[in-house]
Nanobody, 121 residues
Framework: QVQLVESGGGLVQPGGSLRLSCAASGSIFSIKGMGWYRQGPGKQRELVATITSGSSTNYADSVKGRFTISRDNGKNTVYLQMNSLEPEDTAVYYC???????????????WGRGTQVTVSS
């Protein structure tokens, strides 16, 4: 009933910037927390940043000061602005959200399919 679709990934040189977007669609009544996670080659999936419906944010130590998470509640979209990218940021980036359907009273957790970010010269 709900889909999360990421976009904005790609190849960028070290020191460069990218902006990821994740749009939620379907029978959505409301969205609580949204976030970005990533999984690098040979690594486990890890939290990058989260944002509440009230726009309180949380970041992994490795991205603090470089990445900024934001959301547009009217568009059911979350963004991740990534600056000063490093080769260690290379990963598949996944969107995550807690969504309440229009026909339900509980929140369900959803994942997007991911978007590849490669930082290389």
């Amino acid at each position: 009933q709900v889909q999360l679709v990421e976009s904005g990934g790609g190849l960028v040189q070290p020191g460069g910037s990218l902006r990821l977007s994740c749009a939620a669609s379907g029978s959505i009544f409301s969205i609580k927390g949204m976030g970005w996670y990533r999984q690098g080659p040979g690594k486990q999936r890890e939290l990058v940043a989260t944002i509440t419906s009230g726009s309180s944010t949380n970041y992994a130590d490795s991205v603090k000061g470089r990445f900024t998470i934001s959301r547009d509640n009217g568009k059911n979209t979350v963004y991740l602005q990534m600056n000063s990218l490093e080769p260690e940021d290379t990963a598949v980036y996944y969107c995550n959200a807690d969504v309440r359907w229009t026909s339900d009273y509980v929140f369900h957790n959803y994942w997007g399919r991911g978007t590849q970010v490669t930082v290389s010269s």
